[in-house]
């Protein structure tokens, strides 16, 4: 089965930053990495497909990058609604998720 | 519009067996995939297998030996069963439209596995 791994696990930031999360495949998986926003109480949000597709109503603000096994993303500057978890899957041999990323208001 | 809905107990006893359902609508089973995913309280996501168009199932190895997926395509339904169901089993079981992201989620139902 293919392993993911996504750091950091928590990461603490102030409105207007820059972040950057990374998830990296146990092995090649092209470009089937999603990337999803949970917020407490709800339902996961998918807002990258495709490694770096922004799906419909997704703000410019977010971006993802990678192929094969290393894959990043990005939020360009912080706002109050951005504070949530974030997984990545890979999807290109059955799924696996990574960990998560806690984004906290530092 | 796209939708999925969870249905199923709220508790189970331990060692009993999960059975839940989830209902789509706005696609067609016949030309898409079904997984389900769960996440305990506080916990990461958790994906434990799917039904693909076609019918034929996958599971996460983990869970294979306990885990059921099969469908009713004129229903539009989807369904779960898995047996010997322990404390650690207590989580949020979600559907989700299957391709190579999961891009549709249901709402999720909260299961407990206590006595």
């Known amino acids: 089965a293919i392993q993911i791994t996504q750091s950091p696990t928590s990461l603490s930031a102030s409105l207007g930053d820059r972040v950057t999360l990374t998830c990296r495949a146990s092995?090649?998986?092209?470009?089937?990495m999603s990337w999803y926003q949970q917020k407490p109480g709800e339902v996961p949000q998918l807002l990258i497909s495709?490694?770096?597709s922004l799906q419909s109503g997704t703000p410019s603000r977010f971006s993802g990058s990678g192929s094969g096994t290393d894959f990043s993303f990005t939020i360009s500057h912080l706002q109050s609604e951005d504070f949530a978890t974030y997984f990545c899957?890979?999807?290109?041999?059955?799924?696996?998720f990574g960990g998560g990323t806690k984004l906290e208001l530092k | 519009q796209v939708q999925l809905k969870e249905s199923g107990p709220g508790l189970v006893q331990p060692s009993q067996t999960l059975s839940l359902t989830c209902t789509v609508s706005?696609?067609?089973?016949?030309?898409?995939?079904v997984s389900w995913v769960r996440q305990p309280p506080g916990k990461g996501l958790e994906w434990m297998g799917a039904?693909?168009?076609?019918?034929?199932?996958a599971y996460n190895s983990a869970l294979k030996s306990r885990l059921s997926i099969s469908r009713d395509t004129s229903k539009s339904q989807v369904f779960l069963k898995m047996n010997s169901l322990q404390t650690e089993d207590t989580a949020i079981y979600f559907c989700?439209?299957?391709?190579?992201?999961?891009?549709?989620w249901g709402q999720g139902v909260m299961v407990t596995v206590s006595s």
């Open positions: 039904i693909w168009s076609g019918g034929n199932t």
């Open positions: 899957l890979q999807g290109y041999s059955l799924y696996t």
């Open positions: 092995q090649d998986i092209n470009n089937k």
């Open positions: 495709y490694a770096s």
């Open positions: 989700t439209r299957s391709g190579y992201n999961l891009d549709y």
């Open positions: 706005g696609f067609s089973l016949t030309s898409n995939g």
